[in-house]
Every structure is written in structure tokens, then in C-alpha cells.
């Protein structure tokens, strides 16, 4: 029931303009989860993340476990692409990548433009995520959906070309000369 008085303070996410404000911030939305929410979901909601653990954790939600495994699935991928665009080798151990993950990957990589890519890498993600929208908007796991989405879409919005050239470049640099060796 308390799912039912959180998600109808909740505005919408669905059609909101990359230049549009946004219209919660995720501040705002883990306060009203504390509010309404019991203990363990508050918790679910404090440990959503876009980058999940090489290994997988185990969570009270199917939503959460699918979201993580579509992510952890989609950075092996990228590596492996990566490492195949630079002659060098990969191991991704016994996960089995669909094929839209590897071409997804082998289009991000092959993106001119790391700005470009993120974005591309972005829609992909939310694309990715509504796959995972429950059919019942007053459920625990649709505000975990909502926490997700939020998350992405405000990362979106950081995106700086300038600094993110910049960052790409420093990071690029330091695994080629294997300052850096993580893959994830």
C-alpha cells in the first residue's frame, strides 16, 4: 500500500526532452522512498547502481538481478570489443553474450566519437531497462525501475564533450600502458 502513496508523488519520466529540466532529483526521490518505503526496499533503492560488481550480488529483486546481469553483460562485451579492435585478447570466462549485446558493443567501439558512443551506449541502457518495466506501476519493483531510470537519464545529462574527451583519452592511455587492468 505505502508503494501505491510514493509512486503517486512520483512525476513521470517517460517523454522528458534531453534539455528539459528534470523533474525530480534522485535526492528528492530517495527521500520520499524513506518515507514510504520499508526497511529492506529503502535498501534495494540505496544500492541500485549503473555499474554493478563483476561478480553478482544477489538482491530481493528480479527486476535489480536482470538490470545487473543486462549491464555486467553489456561491459563484458565492450571489453571484448575493445580488446578484439586492438588485436589483443579477452577473456570473458563462460558468459555466454547474446548477439545484440556484441553488436551493440561492436558499435560503440567503432563510434568515432566518445561522446557519440556514450550517448548511443546510453539509449541502449534505456532501451535496455524498459525491456524491464513491470507491468504493475504500484509495485516495489517499479519504483526500483524508476530509480534506474533516473539514475540514467541524469547521467545523460553529464555528459561533457570537452571533459569527456579528456577523460577518455587519459583512461585509453593508461590501459594501453597497463597503468590500469580492469576490465569492468
Given at each position: 500500500?505505502?508503494?501505491?502513496?510514493?509512486?503517486?508523488?512520483?512525476?513521470?519520466?517517460d517523454?522528458?526532452?534531453?534539455?528539459?529540466?528534470?523533474?525530480?532529483?534522485?535526492?528528492?526521490?530517495?527521500?520520499?522512498?524513506?518515507?514510504?518505503?520499508?526497511?529492506k526496499?529503502?535498501?534495494?533503492?540505496?544500492?541500485?547502481?549503473?555499474?554493478?560488481?563483476?561478480?553478482?550480488?544477489?538482491?530481493?529483486?528480479?527486476?535489480?538481478?536482470?538490470?545487473?546481469?543486462?549491464?555486467?553483460?553489456?561491459?563484458?562485451?565492450?571489453?571484448k570489443?575493445?580488446?578484439?579492435?586492438?588485436?589483443?585478447?579477452?577473456?570473458?570466462?563462460?558468459?555466454?553474450?547474446?548477439?545484440?549485446?556484441?553488436?551493440?558493443?561492436?558499435?560503440?567501439?567503432?563510434?568515432?566519437?566518445?561522446?557519440?558512443?556514450?550517448?548511443?551506449?546510453?539509449?541502449?541502457?534505456?532501451?535496455?531497462?524498459e525491456?524491464?518495466?513491470?507491468?504493475?506501476?504500484?509495485?516495489?519493483?517499479?519504483?526500483?525501475y524508476?530509480?534506474?531510470?533516473?539514475?540514467?537519464?541524469?547521467?545523460?545529462?553529464?555528459?561533457?564533450?570537452?571533459?569527456?574527451?579528456?577523460?577518455?583519452?587519459?583512461?585509453?592511455?593508461?590501459?594501453?600502458?597497463?597503468?590500469?587492468?580492469?576490465?569492468?
Amino acid at each position: 500500500m505505502a508503494e501505491y502513496y510514493l509512486i503517486s508523488q512520483l512525476p513521470s519520466l517517460d517523454g522528458i526532452g534531453d534539455n528539459m529540466p528534470m523533474p525530480i532529483t534522485e535526492e528528492r526521490f530517495l527521500e520520499l522512498c524513506r518515507r514510504f518505503l520499508k526497511k529492506k526496499a529503502q535498501t534495494e533503492i540505496e544500492n541500485l547502481t549503473l555499474t554493478p560488481q563483476k561478480t553478482p550480488e544477489r538482491s530481493g529483486s528480479a527486476l535489480i538481478e536482470a538490470w545487473n546481469e543486462g549491464e555486467r553483460n553489456l561491459r563484458l562485451a565492450l571489453c571484448k570489443a575493445r580488446a578484439d579492435k586492438m588485436k589483443k585478447t579477452f577473456d570473458i570466462g563462460n558468459v555466454v553474450l547474446p548477439s545484440e549485446l556484441t553488436r551493440v558493443a561492436s558499435a560503440a567501439v567503432d563510434t568515432e566519437s566518445p561522446l557519440e558512443a556514450e550517448l548511443f551506449l546510453a539509449e541502449h541502457r534505456l532501451s535496455f531497462l524498459e525491456t524491464l518495466r513491470p507491468m504493475d506501476s504500484f509495485s516495489e519493483d517499479f519504483v526500483f525501475y524508476y530509480g534506474l531510470k533516473l539514475k540514467l537519464m541524469q547521467r545523460k545529462r553529464q555528459f561533457d564533450a570537452t571533459l569527456g574527451e579528456a577523460e577518455y583519452k587519459n583512461i585509453y592511455n593508461s590501459i594501453l600502458n597497463g597503468d590500469r587492468l580492469e576490465a569492468i
